[in-house]
């Protein structure tokens, strides 16, 4: 599984930025954050894990 794919295009010049791996990582983590209930508190550990899993899942689907 590539997950190094950049999730923008990138300048010739600079070779780092965000990968689409990070991407869709960040955009799980928003909607779960936005849709637990204000009492659940989860650590910061394991909302990034759960927004990776996600990320990871997506990538694999998107091979299919």
């Known amino acids: 599984m590539d997950t190094s794919s950049p999730a923008f295009p990138r300048h010739p010049e600079c070779d780092h930025g965000m ?30 894990a759960r927004a990776y899993a996600f990320a990871d899942a997506m990538l694999v689907e998107r091979q299919k």
């Open 19 to 48: 990968s689409l791996r990070d991407w869709f990582a960040s955009q799980a983590m928003i909607g779960q954050l936005a849709a637990e209930p204000p009492d659940v508190e989860y650590t910061h550990e394991c909302i990034a």
